[in-house]
């Protein structure tokens, strides 16, 4: 079975510039998460959904983020206009809506902000 | 506000010996702990989890502890192997949010 899938692996982007990042949830599984890694802060929660709706994006920077998950195969996490500082590991993550642990992770995009 | 914290950003273990990993929280309301391991350029993956109503689950070479009263856990790696070398991360849900929230991480190295 594909795990979660997610594109593209490696962004390098100058300041300014938009970013878009996507992310294919494993089959069947209802929840999605968008997680940043740096090495201040471990793994942040940006914002999840359930069934496509968005639950919580309390963990969302700032305006500049943006999160769509069109139907329950796809979802995109935006950054308008980039920063270096929104330079980091993302990640994204599924799982079935009533399991309360195991999240199933993608490999992350490394995206760099010059 | 960081409500998961791992104190220790890297440890460094001899092989063969015990590692072990520490990770504390100051939300009472969580109720349930994962520990997931990620190697480089790789997701994490989950390792072993605990519920509140437990202090120790045990898988193989692998112990999570939890001590409620501290809000703490741990993780027990015996006996530790190369293979184990990569950072670990802590997280813990409060299952009526239903999110987990992660820990900053600690790069566990297992010398020959």
């Known amino acids: 079975d594909a795990g979660v899938i997610q594109s593209p692996r490696h962004e390098v982007t100058e300041m300014g510039q938009e970013v878009t990042l996507r992310c294919k949830p494993i089959s069947g599984h209802n929840s999605l998460f968008w997680y940043r890694q740096t090495m201040m802060r471990g793994l942040e929660l940006l914002i999840y959904?359930?069934?496509?709706?968005?639950?919580?994006d309390s963990g969302m920077p700032e305006d500049r983020f943006s999160a769509k998950m069109p139907n329950a195969s796809f979802s995109t996490l935006k950054i308008q206009p980039s920063e270096p500082r929104d330079s980091a590991v993302y990640f994204c993550?599924?799982?079935?809506?009533?399991?309360?642990?195991?999240?199933?992770f993608g490999e992350g995009s490394r995206l760099t902000v010059l | 506000d960081q409500q998961v914290k791992q104190n220790s950003p890297s440890l460094s273990v001899q092989e063969g010996r015990i590692s072990i990993l520490n990770c504390d929280y100051t939300?009472?309301?969580?109720?349930?702990f994962l520990w997931y391991k990620k190697y480089p350029a790789e997701g994490p993956t989950f390792l072993i989890s605990?519920?509140?109503?437990?202090d120790k689950n045990e898988d193989g070479r692998f112990t999570v502890f939890l001590n409620k009263s501290a809000k703490h856990l741990s993780l027990h790696i015996v006996p530790s192997q190369p293979g184990d070398s990569a950072v670990y991360f802590c997280?813990?849900?409060?299952?009526?949010?239903?999110?987990?929230?992660f820990g900053q991480g600690t790069r566990l190295t297992i010398n020959p």
């Open positions: 959904f359930n069934n496509n709706v968005p639950i919580d």
């Open positions: 997280a813990a849900s409060d299952q009526g949010a239903q999110k987990l929230v």
């Open positions: 939300n009472s309301m969580f109720d349930y």
């Open positions: 605990i519920s509140s109503i437990k």
């Open positions: 993550a599924s799982r079935t809506y009533t399991n309360t642990g195991e999240l199933f």
